[in-house]
């Protein structure tokens, strides 16, 4: 896997972001058995740098928690088999990997999310990469039916990784 991750506001949360995101994605491909080594991009702003980034790609003038932005185009959430006939645009041509997408998470929303939910900050921080993640892979939440299967999915990948609220 390669994981390239990106400060662009002063991080001080109270645990190794770098680490912790690392070992979520892992896990999350793991969980997905994503049958491809992957390419995923992790960068942290600020409520600032995430409501410019929200404005310019979706047109929605505020600041959120986190933006996801999937590179493969699913039919079906969570199955990877298109992959076999795909184009090698979908993987990179230096590392052969399958290139999975960026996430942008605000670190300001995640202590904000954390105080307001009452757990813990590393607790909100991978609650939000998995919750990318599973966009990554091609889960939504638009409709009800499918926002429940992506709660129960990020339920169950946060118990198994023991980060409990």
């Known amino acids: 896997m390669s994981f390239q991750y990106e400060e662009e506001c002063e991080v001080d949360l109270e645990f190794d972001t770098k680490e912790l995101a690392e070992k979520v994605v892992d896990f999350c491909l793991e ?13 942290l702003t600020d409520n600032e740098g995430i409501h410019e980034i929200n404005k310019n790609f979706r047109d ?8 996801s932005f999937p590179m493969l185009s699913y039919e079906n959430p969570g199955d990877f088999s298109f992959l076999e006939e795909e184009s090698e ?18 670190v300001d929303k995640v202590k904000e999310q954390a ?15 998995v919750h990318s ?12 039916d499918e926002a ?3 709660e ?3 339920k169950e990948i946060l118990d198994k990784m023991e980060i409990f609220r």
């Open 31 to 43: 969980y997905a058995n994503f049958p491809y080594e992957a390419e995923v991009n992790l960068t």
């Open 60 to 67: 929605i003038d505020r600041a959120t928690d986190v933006l």
């Open 89 to 106: 645009d979908d993987f990179n041509p230096d590392t052969g990997e399958a290139l999975l997408g960026d996430i942008v998470i605000s």
């Open 115 to 129: 105080e307001s939910y009452g757990h813990s900050t590393k607790r909100e921080f991978a609650f939000l990469i």
């Open 133 to 144: 993640m599973l966009h990554l892979f091609g889960y939504d939440h638009m409709e009800e």
């Open 148 to 150: 429940a299967v992506m």
């Open 152 to 154: 129960q999915k990020q």
